[in-house]
């Protein structure tokens, strides 16, 4: 089975830094594009970033400056990597794995908050 398993959200204050990760298992991981989408309660879910197999990788505006994705092909993992984080960054984050159909993983909470 496919499985994507997100980590590393929680809370942190506004301004911090936050490293999340998604290792992916049942897939051949490098011919997979990747991404990270995000929802808040009530809210639709948006894409924040993706990196392609080939590592093109693109942003939204509100997060571009601040958020970093990145993949390791030998760790079968893809991270994004959350500086300068702001209240309206709270959110559920979902990995997303997309080749000839899209796996999702759990999601994980990222609360920013003082």
């Known amino acids: 089975q496919v499985q994507l398993v997100e980590s590393g959200g929680g809370l942190v204050q506004p301004g911090g830094s936050l490293r999340l990760s998604c290792t992916a298992s049942?897939?051949?991981?490098?011919?997979?594009?990747m991404g990270w989408h995000r929802q808040a309660p009530g809210k639709q879910r948006e894409l924040v970033t993706t990196?392609?197999?080939?590592?093109?990788?693109n942003y939204a505006d509100s997060v571009k400056g601040r958020f970093t994705i990145s993949r390791d092909n030998a760790k079968n993992t893809v991270y994004l990597q959350m500086n300068s984080l702001k209240p309206e960054d709270t959110a559920v984050y979902y990995c997303?794995?997309?080749?000839?159909?899209?796996?999702w993983g759990q999601g994980t909470q990222v609360t920013v908050s003082s």
């Open positions: 997303k794995a997309d080749h000839l159909r899209a796996y």
């Open positions: 049942g897939i051949v991981f490098s011919i997979y594009g």
């Open positions: 990196i392609s197999s080939g590592g093109i990788t």
